[in-house]
């Protein structure tokens, strides 16, 4: 295989010591053989303007170029208020904009997210979910990853410590390719 499976990890925290940032670099790390998880770093998107989705600014261009040269995307989210973060919610939207334009179609994702609380962002991953329909995302249902008491999980650099939440991850990411691959079969019987 001479290219690499691609995916596109997007944490949505801005924060440099965040917890989902570092379960993201933990999937660069445990992605299956012949599997690149690339990172897209949302720091310096500005707000969505509708004025602006005809000639979006560079940052933007970037982030669905990106989208559309990967193979399947993962999310890796923090929980706000019971919900995805707005730094998240915003470049999901910028990237399906303008109307017809909507750099997720069709994408296959999966979701994962950490937390100090117990819940390991359960709520917003499915709040996530509940986007992926309006943009016709496919994502895989199983398995879910969703990692609680994250400070036990991570130690002080941000590393994975954590052998069962590694097991899961890569499960994660295996599922993902396998989801894809079938995905593009089923596309390309269907245009044939």
């Known amino acids: 295989m001479n290219n690499p499976f691609t995916i596109l990890g997007i944490a949505g ?3 440099k010591g965040s917890y989902n940032r570092a379960a993201l670099r933990a999937a660069q790390a445990l992605a299956p053989e012949g599997t690149r998880v ?3 770093d949302l720091d310096g998107i500005p707000p969505f303007n509708q004025d602006e989705e005809k000639q979006p600014p560079a940052k933007v261009t970037e982030l669905k170029a990106r989208i559309r040269s990967a193979d399947a995307i993962l999310f890796v989210t923090p929980e706000y208020n019971y919900s995805i973060p707005g730094v998240l919610k915003n470049a999901i939207d910028w990237a399906s904009r303008p109307y017809g334009d909507n ?11 950490a937390s100090i609380g117990n819940v390991g962002t359960a709520r917003a991953q499915y709040h996530l979910r509940q986007v992926f329909v309006f943009l016709n995302m496919h994502p895989i249902n199983q398995p879910e990853v969703m990692i609680g008491n994250a400070a036990e999980r991570f130690d002080a650099e941000g590393n994975l410590v954590d052998e069962n939440t590694r097991k899961h991850i890569r499960r994660l990411l295996e599922a993902l390719v396998s989801w894809a691959r079938r995905h593009e079969k089923g596309s390309q019987a269907t245009s044939a």
């Open 103 to 113: 750099a997720w179609d069709g994408k296959p994702v999966a979701v994962m997210g």
């Open 13 to 15: 925290s801005l924060r």
């Open 38 to 40: 690339e990172t897209f």
